[in-house]
């Protein structure tokens, strides 16, 4: 059943590509788009899954996903397999490489690929209410016979072909690494390390989709030990874009660690408080935080301080200062908000 976001449905287009005709095969696609189908159901998106297509297969499938978009509806298109950067005869354009791609030839990637960003354009082209872009497909890449390409001696050998920034209003484009450079298969592994982390993340409740974007950017950099590090690009037209919204039952109180802030100088000083501009180490992020001067709470005020807490937690409006979350260690109370500069727009 298809949950509404703010305007309309969850539609999701599915593709994992790992069988190739013409160049080496991957391990983990197949896995990481089966994986990320059942996730994102299991949150309510309509998913339209296929594996292992050729060029003029995926033609009829984006045509079909294509049209079966309403204006409103959230979009997510997710792409496992390889993909390619061609600056030679057609100058930065990415391409989506399908089973039976012959070669990385300039002149015949518009017949026998997909350029990413046409696929881009089209989708956003009807109106969604945001469209989202995961492309796990910076991988190396090489052709099993060199003579499909004459003109590159170097043709049959590895190569590190990453992809290029890609733009749109409206969107929100991750890849699996910077521009350039190359994403690492997961091999002896289920999935691909993007791919890993995105499913690992990507059902968290109530947060937006640039912040679960974030946890998976951290993730894939600790496990590679930097080797590859994801790359995102925002033009997003809304805010607070959650792919998965959940009702609490009990009051949320989100904590943050005493030890994660980074206190710098005072701002403001008042009755209950002083605000200090700090840095939130993990996040870093500079925040305003306003320490209490209670050091000590009974239990019926401690259940008045968290239910306030849930209550800042959920308003989300314009000129009303983001709360992010709250230290309750014992003599350390601390509400934390963003954007310093406009703090004493915030009702404590």
Known sequence: MATKTESGRKLALVIGIGKYEHCEELQNPEN?????????????????????????EMQHVLIDFEHSIEPGDMVLFYFAGHGVQWEVCIKDQNYLIFTDTPNLDGA????SAINAQNILDTLSD??????????????????????????????????????????KAGTLIAFACAPGTIAIEGKGERNGLFTKHLLKNIK??????????????????????SKQIPFVTAALLKRDIYLYSQQTKRPHKPEISDQDLNLDEEIGCGAFGTVYR??????HNIVAV???????????????????????????????????????????????????????????
């Not at 945001?130 to 090489?142: A, Q, S």
């Not at 700090?278 to 996040?283: D, F, G, M, Q, T």
């Not at 019926?300 to 409006?317: D, G, R, T, V």
Request: include cysteine; glycine fraction near 4%.
């Open 108 to 111: 015949a990637l518009n017949k």
């Open 290 to 348: 306003k320490r209490l001067h209670l050091t000590q709470l009974d239990k019926e005020a401690q259940k008045e301080f968290f239910n306030e807490l849930s209550l800042m937690h959920s308003i989300h409006y314009p000129h009303i200062i983001m709360f992010y979350g709250a230290c309750t260690e014992r003599g350390k109370y601390a509400l934390s908000n963003t954007n310093v500069a406009a703090v004493t727009q915030k009702v404590w």
């Open 278 to 283: 700090a840095e939130w180490i993990s996040r």
């Open 204 to 225: 968290t409740a109530n947060e937006d989709i640039q912040m679960i974007l974030r946890d998976v950017t951290n993730g894939v950099i600790q496990e590679s030990e």
């Open 32 to 56: 990481d788009a089966n994986d990320m189908s059942s996730i994102l159901e299991s949150i309510d998106f309509i998913v339209t899954k296929k594996l292992h297509l050729k060029r003029a």
């Open 126 to 167: 009807r109106n969604p209410y945001v469209t989202i872009f995961l492309l796990d497909c910076c991988r190396k890449y090489h052709l099993r016979n060199p003579q499909v390409n004459a003109r590159d001696p170097g043709a049959s050998e590895p190569k590190s072909i990453g992809l290029k920034a890609m733009h």
